[in-house]
């Protein structure tokens, strides 16, 4: 069982402007992503708020994979900081998991 905590959602903010909390979950990011990404940004931004860091190392290869095109920021209602949001993750990632 997971335990919520907000452990995850400190240490990202350390880096900047960590957002996601001002995400409405609106669908937009879904309806507009071109790469047709396995998990979409509100659900990778809802397990770091809830601090399921298991949930979001699952999900390397998909943050990965975000082109950074910033469609489904420029469309964003809730104006979350989409693709800074995804540099903070592999940011975050990349000290954490390959040491760098």
């Known amino acids: 069982m997971n335990k919520a905590t907000t452990k995850l959602l400190t240490e990202l903010r350390k880096d900047g402007d960590f957002n996601a909390t001002a995400c409405i979950n609106c669908g937009t990011c879904t309806g507009l992503c071109p790469h047709g990404l396995d998990i ?3 659900e990778l931004f809802r397990y770091v ?5 298991d949930k979001v190392e699952a999900n390397i290869e ?5 082109l950074l095109c910033k ?8 104006d ?17 998991h390959f040491k760098i």
Do not use: D, Q
């Not at 469609?71 to 809730?78: I, K, Q, T």
């Not at 979350?80 to 000290?95: D, E, M, P, S």
């Open 40 to 42: 979409l940004p509100r």
């Open 49 to 53: 708020i809830l601090g399921l860091e």
């Open 62 to 66: 998909t943050i990965y994979s975000c």
């Open 71 to 78: 469609m489904c920021e420029a469309n964003c209602p809730g």
């Open 80 to 96: 979350v900081n989409i693709t800074a949001n995804i540099r903070t993750l592999r940011n975050y990632i990349n000290r954490k």
